[in-house]
């Protein structure tokens, strides 16, 4: 596979390449580059089999790239904040791994691209011009050795803990769901979910009460709550953009 690397921090450039070196020899990285302007210049004139792309370059956002060069290869974004995921999906991106990310979360990344390029015969690109967009109605799920659907309607809330990812219905029922938060919020319904920070995403329909607290964050009571002793708060970053999901 032939990657291209877009980083501006020199040391996550590193330790990027050190996990793709780790995860697979064989793996070529073709060049590394740090700002909007030289990556429009490379992907004028090459092309990769796979772009990890980091948001904020040294000289403004890569959402830049594809307004001035066209990109046919799939993206995994990288970004220390977790307000760009629609975006990112919108922009042939695959996954979005937020930093600091590990060697698991690449290779769940790399799971994913071999997944989605096995999975269909349809073009790759008609796959990714879809990923984004298509949204979940309900989800199988696990009970011992039996299975049953779970309706988007009926999901309170999703929490990541661990390596695990749950789901939690309005009548208080758990499963483990094999999905990635990251993954799973490009999927659900933006008018009736939101993820407001990097464990959880909530049903509207689940909030109980909120209440302010310092630095634009927002503490919100779930019904049904999480286990006793895990908040849930609305991220920094993310404060603004739940203020205007909550006013929509």
Same mark, same amino acid.
Request: proline share 3%; no cysteine; net charge negative.
């Given at each position: 596979?032939?990657?291209? #690397?877009?980083?501006?921090?020199?040391?996550?450039?590193?330790?990027?390449?050190?996990?793709?070196?780790?995860?697979?020899?064989?793996?070529?990285?073709?060049?590394?580059?740090?700002?909007?302007?030289?990556?429009?210049?490379?992907?004028?004139?090459?092309?990769?089999?796979?772009?990890?792309?980091?948001?904020?370059?040294?000289? *403004?956002?890569? %959402?830049?790239?594809?307004?001035?060069?066209?990109?046919?290869?799939?993206?995994? %974004?990288?970004?220390?904040?977790?307000?760009?995921?629609?975006?990112?999906?919108?922009?042939?991106?695959?996954?979005?791994?937020?930093?600091? %990310?590990?060697?698991?979360?690449?290779?769940?990344?790399?799971?994913?691209l071999n997944t989605i390029?096995? &999975?269909?015969?349809? !073009?790759?690109?008609?796959?990714?011009?879809?990923?984004?967009?298509?949204?979940?109605?309900?989800?199988?799920?696990?009970? *011992?050795?039996?299975?049953?659907?779970?309706?988007?309607?009926?999901?309170?809330?999703?929490?990541?803990?661990?390596?695990?990812?749950?789901?939690?219905?309005?009548?208080?029922?758990?499963?483990?769901?094999?999905?990635t938060i990251s993954s799973?919020? !490009?999927?659900?319904?933006? &008018?009736? %979910?939101?993820?407001?920070?990097?464990?959880?995403?909530?049903? #509207?329909?689940?909030?109980?009460?909120?209440?302010?607290?310092?630095?634009?964050?927002?503490?919100?009571?779930?019904?049904?709550?999480?286990?006793?002793?895990?908040?849930?708060?609305?991220?920094?970053?993310?404060?603004? &953009?739940?203020?205007?999901?909550?006013?929509?």
């Amino acid at each position: 596979m032939r990657v291209l #690397i877009i980083e501006d921090e020199d040391l996550a450039a590193d330790t990027l390449q050190n996990i793709l070196m780790e995860i697979n020899p064989n793996i070529q990285i073709l060049d590394i580059l740090g700002t909007v302007e030289a990556s429009v210049t490379w992907l004028s004139k090459n092309t990769a089999d796979l772009l990890f792309m980091d948001i904020h370059l040294g000289d *403004g956002e890569s %959402f830049e790239i594809f307004q001035q060069v066209t990109v046919d290869s799939p993206v995994i %974004f990288t970004t220390a904040y977790d307000q760009y995921t629609l975006k990112a999906f919108k922009n042939q991106g695959i996954d979005y791994l937020l930093k600091p %990310f590990d060697e698991e979360d690449v290779r769940s990344a790399l799971a994913k691209l071999n997944t989605i390029r096995k &999975a269909s015969e349809i !073009p790759l690109q008609d796959i990714l011009s879809t990923t984004g967009n298509k949204l979940r109605n309900r989800f199988m799920v696990k009970m *011992g050795q039996q299975i049953k659907s779970v309706q988007a309607e009926d999901v309170a809330y999703f929490m990541a803990d661990d390596k695990y990812l749950f789901l939690v219905t309005k009548d208080q029922q758990n499963y483990i769901i094999e999905e990635t938060i990251s993954s799973l919020e !490009p999927q659900l319904n933006p &008018a009736d %979910f939101f993820r407001v920070n990097r464990k959880f995403i909530i049903n #509207i329909s689940a909030i109980k009460e909120m209440y302010k607290l310092s630095r634009n964050r927002v503490r919100i009571l779930l019904n049904p709550s999480p286990a006793e002793g895990i908040e849930v708060i609305v991220s920094e970053e993310r404060a603004e &953009a739940f203020k205007n999901w909550l006013d929509q």
